[in-house]
């Protein structure tokens, strides 16, 4: 049966776009909460230095944002970026040309900025990363704001920092990026900085090179390790947002769409969205929810699961599509066998898509899907995956 648009137009109230904040913000509260308490316990706080870790979909970037409206509801001065090439002079950069756009109202401040020499008229350009590093930007904003909070008489605020998509292969910024950021957090300053990235590469971002660890300050950083939410929060996430457009889902519907999100933030939104979308009227019904659902799916492998197979090995694809071929669980004796490999072979294939967090061990000699729909995708598109173990 092919289900049309509905007649009334009400704007829908999910958002399916990655990164983007969602209306109803699914079981992340106490992480919100841990880093509000942070900013208010002042410099020194373990939670002002976090990292957040989790795959493709599960709310990373959400939850950067959600950050960043903690620190700006207190008055902090937020900074953004990804860590892609160049992103510690990007930063750079973006605090020069603040300095500059309130150069007057700065006028008398004990900045670095102003024992260089280049007068009130100067040209941000001309500031080389030499002559004006990183850290003396950051100490100069830093102070800035703190002038300005004691002029207005405000409490003390400070300046927040977030990265989001990390990767091992900026690793040498990273560390020059975590050494300054080390000595200001030393010094007392109001400084907070979140970080944020997929599992692969943050692992290997933090592993040991030749026993010592490059990123010291990334080891020692709040961990915050991101999972599926539970389907209280499910079930609430999809029914806040529809509260507010005078639409009822169906008692059904709302179990077979919670059921089908799996706890997976992103899906919440793409199931959310497409069934509002194939409503009749003001109610979603199980027909409805079961087209928004088979929608969602495809489109959560066109926008997740396409781009991190993508990044995979040969090899990579080749043990999960072995695994695909069973309906739950896979034995590791079975894909070795299918492999026609070492077990030491399989094994080494086993860790990285562990670390990759797109699979997990449900008991000992077993590996099973960590990501909703991976095995449906899997098999949907095998043909187009290449198998060649060899």
């Given at each position: 049966m092919f289900y049309t648009w509905t007649v009334t137009h009400r704007k829908n109230p999910f958002t399916a776009t990655l990164g983007a904040t969602p209306p109803y913000l699914a079981g992340r509260k106490d992480s919100i909460e841990e880093f509000a308490y942070a900013l208010d316990d002042g410099p020194g706080s373990h939670e002002r230095i976090?990292?957040?870790?989790?795959?493709?979909g599960i709310g990373k970037t959400v939850l950067l944002n959600a950050f960043e409206d903690t620190a700006s509801d207190r008055g902090w001065r937020i900074l953004n970026d990804t860590a892609s090439a160049g992103f510690a002079e990007r930063l750079r950069a973006e605090i020069i040309n603040t300095l500059h756009l309130n150069r007057t109202a700065l006028k008398g401040f004990n900045l670095h900025l102003f024992q260089l020499g280049i007068g009130m008229q100067w040209d941000p350009k001309t500031l080389s990363a030499e002559a004006y590093p990183l850290r003396k930007a950051l100490k100069d904003l830093l102070h800035a704001q703190r002038k300005l909070d004691r002029i207005s008489h405000s409490d003390p605020t400070g300046v927040l920092i977030t990265l989001d998509e990390m990767h091992h292969q900026r690793s040498n910024e990273v560390i020059d990026f975590g050494a300054t950021i080390q000595h200001l957090v030393r010094e007392g300053e109001n400084i907070a900085v979140v970080m944020a990235g997929i599992p692969s590469s943050i692992?290997?971002?933090?592993?040991s090179q030749d026993g010592s660890n490059p990123v010291t300050f990334l080891r020692r950083a709040n961990r915050i390790e991101l999972d599926r939410v539970a389907d209280t929060d499910v079930r609430k996430a999809l029914e806040a947002?529809?509260?507010e457009t005078?639409?009822?889902w169906d008692s059904g519907a709302l179990n077979s769409a919670v059921s089908a999100?799996?706890?997976?933030?992103f899906m919440i939104q793409l199931v959310g969205l497409w069934a509002f979308r194939f409503r009749t009227n003001n109610?979603?019904?199980?027909?409805?929810?079961?087209?928004?659902?088979?929608?969602?799916r495809r489109k959560l492998g066109q926008l997740v699961r396409e781009p991190a197979l993508a990044e995979l090995s040969p090899i990579d694809r080749t043990f999960l599509l072995h695994m695909a071929q069973d309906d739950g669980p896979s034995s590791m004796s079975d894909i070795t066998g299918r492999l026609g490999k070492s077990s030491?072979?399989?094994s080494n294939y086993r860790r990285r898509l562990l670390d990759s967090e797109l699979i997990e061990t449900p008991s000992s000699g077993q590996v099973d899907f960590a990501l909703p729909y991976l095995r449906d995708y899997l098999r949907e598109h095998a043909?187009?995956?290449?198998i060649d173990p060899h």
């Open positions: 976090s990292l957040v870790v989790g795959p493709r692992k290997t971002l933090l592993a947002p529809v509260e005078e639409v009822n999100c799996q706890g997976y933030p109610t979603i019904s199980p027909e409805a929810a079961k087209e928004g659902i088979s929608k969602a030491q072979y399989a043909a187009s995956l290449v």
